[in-house]
């Protein structure tokens, strides 16, 4: 069975602070792919970042960076510099390539920025 | 199309009443995807489709749930005899294949109000 854990439910920062979502799973399948959304208060899913597991790169992108680490099944997301437009509820998800070929999400964790 | 279109967008209906809802993925898209997300927690998977596979069904909460899809085109998710606790966002999402290879389109959702 896969399943993603979030931790942390509501994280409250101040703008220009910086902020780390973590996000913990497991999983038997060998081959897997890793996900992060945002969903702003409007509802829709915005996809952010698809990692596979034989991929242990990190990555940046602008002020987002993840940090993807097999040996503690962990794949946390950092937004530098935060602002109020990043305010949203993030969610992690993961896919393996047996069983329940669908994404299981973790229970997401809203962020609030402050001005 | 452009995107994963669901509609309708939002729908109230009273208790006790069967309602369907349509999803028209991506052309091409051999997976589809249909999720439920109460308000203030994650998605839920519900069921899934793969090309002319069976589909797995293994999240549909009750057998007031059921969810049909011709070839590779529309699913319509049919709640008969809904209840107050089938409110909730409804999610489709589609993929070129079951993996996320390729990743995951989600449509706007729709709205569901019982009443």
């Known amino acids: 069975a896969q399943k993603v854990t979030q931790a942390q439910t509501e994280i409250s920062v101040v703008e220009k602070e910086d902020v780390t979502l973590d996000c913990v799973y497991e999983?038997?399948?060998?081959?897997?792919?890793l996900f992060w959304y945002k969903q702003p208060p409007s509802g829709e899913l915005v996809f952010l970042i698809r990692?596979?597991?034989?991929?242990?790169q990190n990555e940046i992108s602008g002020r987002y960076s993840w940090n993807f680490q097999k040996s503690t099944s962990s794949f946390n997301f950092t937004i530098t510099a935060s602002q109020v437009v990043d305010s949203a509820v993030y969610f992690c998800?993961?896919?393996?390539?047996?069983?329940?070929?669908?994404?299981?999400f973790g229970s997401g964790t809203r962020l609030q920025v402050q001005p | 199309g452009a995107g994963v279109s669901q509609s309708p967008s939002n729908k109230v209906t009273e208790k006790g009443k069967d309602v369907e809802l349509r999803c028209d993925p991506i052309?091409?898209?051999?997976?589809l995807y249909w999720y439920r997300q109460r308000l203030g927690q994650g998605l839920e998977f519900l069921i899934y489709?793969?090309?002319?596979?069976?589909?797995?069904k293994s999240g549909l909460p009750s057998d007031r749930f059921s969810a049909e899809r011709t070839g590779e085109s529309v699913s319509t998710l049919t709640i008969q005899r809904t209840q107050q606790e089938d409110s909730a966002v409804y999610l489709c999402?589609?993929?070129?294949?079951?993996?996320?290879?390729?990743?995951?389109?989600f449509g706007s959702g729709t709205r569901l109000t019982v009443v």
């Open positions: 998800a993961l896919s393996g390539n047996t069983g329940r070929r669908a994404l299981t």
């Open positions: 999983t038997r399948d060998t081959t897997y792919y």
């Open positions: 489709f793969q090309g002319n596979s069976a589909p797995d």
């Open positions: 990692r596979n597991s034989f991929d242990e």
């Open positions: 052309s091409g898209h051999t997976a």
């Open positions: 999402a589609s993929s070129l294949e079951g993996q996320g290879v390729y990743g995951y389109t």
